[in-house]
């Protein structure tokens, strides 16, 4: 009479107890790593490039990041006097890289002699667009300025305000002698959305 081996002693039984302790353990994993949260920092409104960023314009919000948590910006390193390299838009995160020690940029304030586009607001890409001013009138309009982001709008009010809303520009510091002169000579300027703008 032939005897039966014992269940467990068939080494397929122990790697299958192996495999389900291996499954088991990757499931865990994966959700002890989900409930894993660090605190970053998020914009409470809109920060525009050049702008320097202080406690007040961010809240701290709890989010699991995995493997890019190093990626974004903690309370730990907001440094006194940092500046917004880019936009940031309300509610975004905000990358580590998007704030720096300097700018190369600073802002002006233009009027525009066309209405400004309802959907042109804090933190939206614009181009300046200059028709210089001659004795007949205005020679065609051309790009001034190609690449600008609004800092803020000041829109007047009233039938008599037509055309007198005056528009705040953060623009490359190369590009203020040129915006500035444009200014002087009387030219008509204009803020245009670019393609990208919602």
Same mark, same amino acid.
């Not at 809109?46 to 202080?54: A, C, R, Y």
């Not at 990358?95 to 802002?107: H, L, M, Q, R």
């Not at 305000?161 to 002169?181: H, I, K």
């Given at each position: 009479m032939i005897r039966k081996r014992a269940f467990w002693s068939d080494a397929r039984f122990f790697v299958g107890i192996a495999l389900i302790v291996v499954s088991v353990a990757g499931v865990w994993?994966?959700?002890?790593?989900?409930?894993h949260t660090v605190p970053v920092l998020a914009a409470s409104?809109?920060?525009?490039?050049?702008?320097?960023?202080?406690?007040?314009?961010?809240?701290?919000?709890?989010?699991?990041?995995?493997?890019?948590e190093g990626l974004y910006l903690t309370p730990e390193q907001l440094d006194e006097g940092v500046v917004a390299q880019r936009t940031i838009g309300e509610g975004e995160l905000?990358?580590?890289?998007?704030?720096?020690?300097?700018?190369?940029?600073?802002?002006?304030?233009?009027?525009?002699?066309?209405e400004v586009p309802g959907a042109v607001d804090t933190g939206t890409a614009v181009e300046l667009w200059e028709a210089p001013a001659t004795e007949e009138?205005? !020679?065609?309009?051309? @790009? /001034?300025? *190609?690449? =600008?982001?609004?800092? &803020?709008?000041?829109?007047?009010?009233?039938?008599? #305000?037509?055309?007198?809303?005056?528009?705040?520009?953060?623009?490359?510091?190369? !590009?203020?002698?040129? @915006? /500035?002169? *444009?200014? =002087?000579?009387?030219? &008509?300027?204009?803020?245009?959305?670019?393609?990208? #703008?919602?």
């Open positions: 994993g994966v959700v002890a790593a989900s409930r409104a809109t920060i525009v490039p050049g702008q320097t960023v202080t406690a007040s314009d961010l809240h701290v919000v709890d989010v699991g990041l995995g493997q890019v905000v990358p580590a890289d998007a704030v720096g020690s300097s700018a190369s940029v600073t802002t002006v304030v233009v009027r525009s002699a066309a009138g205005f !020679d065609p309009p051309r @790009v /001034l300025v *190609a690449d =600008a982001t609004v800092a &803020a709008i000041v829109r007047a009010d009233g039938v008599m #305000a037509a055309g007198q809303t005056s528009v705040e520009l953060v623009v490359e510091r190369a !590009d203020v002698g040129a @915006v /500035l002169a *444009a200014v =002087a000579a009387g030219s &008509a300027l204009s803020v245009v959305p670019t393609g990208g #703008a919602g």
